[in-house]
């Protein structure tokens, strides 16, 4: 499994930290600065048999959460949850966890 280390801004690269290494770019939106990301021995092979079955029910859950929030009664259901709790910034993020933890 692949160990990736978030770095600080900074205006240039001289060199890469090691041969096994990637560094892959991209700029924060809040203030436009370019932010490098290490990723310390990259695992190149395919997906194991948990992987695909986590992302299959993840595609699942997020099917289902779908239905759930175009059914009014159950959205009410949800939202009254939803707006008790703190940790899910999303009235979608939240059912999907909620529908996710269920399988």
């Given at each position: 499994?692949?160990?990736i280390k978030n770095s600080t801004p900074f205006d240039?690269?001289?060199k890469k930290f090691s041969g096994s290494d990637e560094i892959h770019f991209r700029n924060r939106k809040k203030d436009n600065a370019t932010i490098g990301v290490r990723v310390k021995h990259p695992?190149?092979?395919g997906n194991?048999?948990?992987?695909?079955?986590?992302?299959?029910?993840l595609k699942q859950a997020q099917i289902e959460a779908s239905t759930i929030l175009a059914d009014p009664a159950?959205?009410?259901n949800y939202e009254a949850k939803f707006n008790a709790q703190k940790k899910y910034l999303t009235l979608r993020g939240h059912v999907v966890a909620q529908v996710y933890a269920k399988q």
């Open positions: 499994m692949a160990l240039s690269v001289k695992y190149n092979g194991s048999e948990a992987q695909l079955a986590a992302r299959n029910a159950q959205r009410a």
